[in-house]
Structures are given as C-alpha cells and as structure tokens.
C-alpha cells in the first residue's frame, strides 16, 4: 500500500458520508461483456447519502473541513449547468449551515433540469458566466469572491470538480477501503474527469490498478492527474505511467455517442444500474472497449467505481430522448 502525505490535519476533515460505501458483485454484466460471473464488482459511490450522492462527497468532506476551519461563510465553486460537483457543493454547505454560490458556465437557457433543480432546493445561489473558458470561468469565480469579502462575507473557493491535492485524500481513503473489500483486486475503472477521484486511487493503489476514462473536462488528463498524485505523494509522478483511456469523448464533453448509449442501456438491462452521459456512461463504454482490445481479460478482479450522476442524465435532453424512445 502506498503511504499518503496528509496535506491538513485530520482534525480538518468534516463527515458528510457513511463508510464504506457498498461493492456490489455485477455477474450479469461481467458475462455481458465476455469476463467471469465472479470478476466484476460495482464500487457503489453513487449511494453516498448527501445530497443524491456521488464521488465529489468525498473530497468535500476535506476541502469544505479546511473551509469551516479558515472560519468560511460560504462556499464558492466552478462547474458546467449540470455539475455534480456543484450540486454536492450546494449540498454540503446546507448540511454545514453554510452560504453556497455557483459559478456555472452558459447562461440560465443552457438548462432547467436535473442538477440544477438540486442547486435550487439546496439553496445555492447561481452566478452565470456566459460562453467562457475554463481560465474565464475562474476568473468569474475570483470577482465573485472578492464581491462576497468586500460585502463582508468570508468566502472559501472550492476548486473546480473538488480537485486539489487536499481533495485527492478523499480517494486515497476509497483506495484503501477497495484494498480491504476486494483483496487481489487487479483493475479500477473510473471515470478521470476533473483528475482528483483518479489521482487518489494512484496514491493508495499504484498507477498500474487505475484505469481512467477521459471524459473531456480538462485538456491533458494525464498531466492533470499526474501533478495531483504529485502533489499528494510528494514524490514525481510521470504521466506516462498512468493508464488513460481518451477514445470515448467523442464530439465533446457534452456529447452523448453511441458507445455510451450502449453502455447506458447494457448496464440498466443487466444490473439495473443508472449511469449518466457524461462520466459514468463514458467510464463502462471504457471498460467494455478495454475488455474487447484486451486490456482487462477474464480472470482478473476488476472494480467499476460508480460515481454518481443520476441527476445529471436527467438535465440530458438528448439521452432521455433515447431512454424514452426505448419504451415499448
């Protein structure tokens, strides 16, 4: 096992979830996709109970620990209309008795639906920062940090996704609770979105038990993820050693292609699981590409973490069109 440097005291980091989550065998998916009854096991983050769940929780309970302990009003964060992450950032400020604002790219058009219906019920507050680019959606995010100090407030800025090095701890331990429920495990499928989910199961794990899935949020995932499990090491780490698969983006982060689609539909009619379009969906269309060229053959204990997402499939227009299609 991999020893993790702590970044912040222990004493920092606020409980928002019940530990550990469920690893759930999935038989009739492994068959599906031509592995063992026995090889394929679902690691259940989207049961997380806050607020409908998902794997940012886990790198709330630290970054929103060091927040409350720097004295923090409120919390401000960066996402798409449908993040997750900012959905569970909304969530866990109402469960500390803190002020949540949003700083979402697109316009209040962009969506009416799925994540963003959370945001309201939660009580964030939503500042729309038009068509921008990641560097503009930060910048937005600074103005209105400095807004909210100038208004008197104390303001903490929550990284995008929830991905710094003190946010990869969160992963780190998800690392370890795999090492106890599934001892020999050989692979972890996961989608690498904003890179702190991925970069904290290297740094339990080992670069060569991850598999990431590109689903599009940042540039270079690999060197994204490579500094976070820097950073948390505190030892180089070298892109090139980490596993990422980059096939399934598609047209775009936003996209829904039929590799996903399919794997939406394989999932739901053998396990009844629910993935989203974005990560989820983009992480199984992985694995099955990564079954069909070899990569993952039968025999070997293979994890699939479920993330979450459920409410952002339902600010998908284009895949519930398909879902409902469908119907007989």
């Given at each position: 096992?991999?020893?993790?440097?702590?970044?912040?005291?222990?004493a920092?980091?606020?409980?928002?979830?019940?530990?550990?989550?469920?690893?759930?065998?999935?038989?009739?998916?492994?068959?599906?996709?031509?592995?063992?009854d026995?090889?394929?096991?679902?690691?259940?983050?989207?049961?997380?109970g806050l607020?409908?769940?998902?794997?940012?929780?886990?790198?709330?309970?630290?970054?929103?620990?060091?927040?409350?302990?720097?004295?923090?009003?409120?919390?401000?964060?960066?996402?798409?209309?449908?993040?997750?992450?900012?959905?569970?950032?909304?969530?866990?400020?109402?469960?500390?008795g803190l002020?949540?604002?949003?700083?979402?790219?697109?316009?209040?058009?962009?969506?009416?639906?799925?994540?963003?219906a959370?945001?309201?019920?939660?009580?964030?507050?939503?500042?729309?920062?038009?068509?921008?680019?990641?560097?503009q959606?930060?910048?937005?995010?600074?103005?209105?940090?400095?807004?909210?100090r100038?208004?008197?407030?104390?303001?903490?800025?929550?990284p995008?996704?929830?991905?710094?090095v003190?946010?990869?701890?969160g992963?780190?331990?998800?690392?370890?609770?795999l090492?106890?429920?599934?001892?020999?495990?050989?692979?972890?499928?996961?989608?690498?979105?904003?890179?702190?989910?991925?970069?904290?199961?290297v740094?339990?794990?080992?670069?060569?038990r991850?598999?990431?899935?590109?689903?599009?949020?940042?540039?270079d995932?690999?060197?994204t993820?490579?500094?976070?499990?820097?950073?948390?090491?505190?030892?180089?780490?070298?892109?090139a050693?980490?596993?990422?698969?980059?096939?399934?983006?598609?047209?775009?982060?936003?996209?829904?292609?039929?590799?996903v689609?399919?794997?939406?539909?394989?999932a739901?009619?053998?396990?009844?699981?629910?993935?989203?379009p974005?990560?989820?969906?983009?992480?199984?269309?992985?694995l099955?590409?990564?079954?069909?060229?070899?990569?993952?053959?039968?025999?070997?204990?293979?994890?699939?973490?479920?993330?979450?997402?459920?409410?952002g499939?339902?600010?998908?227009?284009?895949?519930i069109?398909?879902?409902?299609?469908?119907?007989g």
């Amino acid at each position: 096992m991999v020893t993790v440097v702590a970044e912040e005291s222990d004493a920092q980091r606020v409980t928002l979830g019940t530990w550990p989550t469920p690893l759930e065998p999935a038989p009739r998916l492994a068959r599906a996709l031509g592995l063992g009854d026995g090889d394929l096991l679902v690691k259940r983050d989207d049961l997380i109970g806050l607020g409908g769940g998902g794997n940012k929780v886990r790198k709330l309970e630290w970054t929103c620990g060091a927040a409350r302990a720097a004295g923090a009003t409120v919390l401000v964060t960066t996402g798409a209309p449908q993040s997750n992450h900012a959905r569970l950032t909304a969530a866990a400020g109402a469960r500390l008795g803190l002020d949540v604002v949003l700083v979402l790219a697109g316009t209040p058009a962009s969506s009416a639906s799925g994540n963003l219906a959370l945001d309201g019920l939660f009580g964030a507050r939503v500042v729309w920062a038009g068509h921008v680019d990641a560097q503009q959606l930060a910048a937005t995010a600074d103005e209105v940090v400095e807004r909210l100090r100038k208004d008197g407030a104390v303001p903490s800025l929550i990284p995008f996704g929830g991905s710094s090095v003190l946010g990869a701890r969160g992963y780190a331990l998800c690392g370890q609770e795999l090492l106890a429920q599934a001892p020999g495990l050989s692979h972890v499928v996961v989608a690498a979105g904003s890179g702190g989910t991925m970069a904290g199961l290297v740094g339990a794990l080992g670069a060569d038990r991850v598999l990431g899935v590109h689903v599009g949020a940042v540039a270079d995932p690999a060197a994204t993820v490579a500094g976070l499990v820097s950073g948390l090491l505190e030892t180089p780490c070298d892109p090139a050693a980490l596993r990422v698969r980059t096939d399934q983006v598609g047209a775009g982060y936003s996209t829904l292609t039929e590799p996903v689609m399919a794997a939406l539909t394989l999932a739901g009619r053998t396990e009844g699981l629910v993935l989203d379009p974005i990560y989820t969906g983009r992480a199984m269309a992985g694995l099955v590409a990564a079954v069909e060229d070899g990569d993952i053959v039968p025999g070997q204990r293979t994890v699939f973490l479920h993330t979450g997402g459920m409410p952002g499939l339902f600010g998908h227009a284009a895949t519930i069109a398909r879902a409902e299609g469908a119907l007989g």
